[in-house]
């Protein structure tokens, strides 16, 4: 299997900051990487597909780039509602998950 | 609009099988496919198996002995049975549409599945 490490798993930022998250493959995944926003007591809502895709309805101050086995979600602008722990997602192969970084406003 | 919701016992016995129905609308199984993924309370995310439009299966090889994934078309219905519970199994239970080149996109509620006698 795939390992997904993300790193931090705690992050703290002010409002306004510009925010990123990290997600490390342990082997090359061509790019297949979402990346999922998880709210408490929700389930999870896919923000970013395949590296860089931006899903439908989820705000332009979410990005992602990476190759590789290194990946990066960016918030450009932190917002109170991003507060939230953020997974990312392999899918070269089985489908696995990064233990996510939780967000939280500083 | 697309939806998926889970059903199932909350309280499980150790040993015992776990059964779960996830029931769409919104989307035909024969056209999309869809996995079950489960979060074990404060915990991260672990990708359990899917069922393909085809109707074929995979699934998480370290789980596979005990799962197994159906659907039943005509009720819109994908379920998941998997036996000899232990409380490590313990966790909020997804089911989620699982489209070819994305991520999964539209996740039902959950469903608490807890392993106590």
Do not use: H
């Not at chain 2, 779960?20 to 035909?28: I, K, N, R, Y």
């Not at chain 2, 085809?54 to 036996?83: C, E, H, P, W």
């Amino acid at each position: 299997d795939i390992q997904m490490t993300q790193s931090p798993s705690l992050l703290s930022a002010s409002v306004g900051d510009r925010v990123t998250l990290s997600c490390k493959a342990s082997q090359n995944i061509y790019k297949y990487l979402n990346w999922y926003q998880q709210k408490l007591g929700e389930a999870p809502k896919l923000l970013i597909y395949y590296t860089n895709s931006l899903q439908t309805g989820i705000p332009s101050r979410f990005s992602g780039s990476g190759s590789g086995t290194d990946y990066t979600l960016t918030i450009s602008s932190l917002q109170p509602e991003d507060v939230a722990t953020y997974f990312c997602q392999q899918y070269n192969s089985w489908p696995t998950f990064g233990g996510g970084t939780k967000l939280e406003l500083k | 609009q697309v939806q998926l919701k889970e059903s199932g016992p909350g309280l499980v016995q150790p040993s015992q099988t776990l059964s779960l129905t996830c029931t769409v609308s919104g989307l035909s199984l024969t056209s999309n496919s869809v996995s079950w993924i489960r979060q074990p309370p404060g915990k991260g995310l672990e990708w359990m198996g899917v069922i393909w439009s085809n109707g074929g299966t995979d699934y998480n090889s370290a789980i596979k002995s005990r799962l197994s994934i159906s659907r039943d078309t005509s009720k819109s219905q994908v379920f998941l049975k998997m036996n000899s519970l232990q409380t490590e199994d313990t966790a909020m239970y997804f089911c989620a549409r699982n489209p070819t080149g994305s991520g999964f996109d539209y996740w039902g509620q959950g469903v608490m599945v807890t392993v106590s006698s």
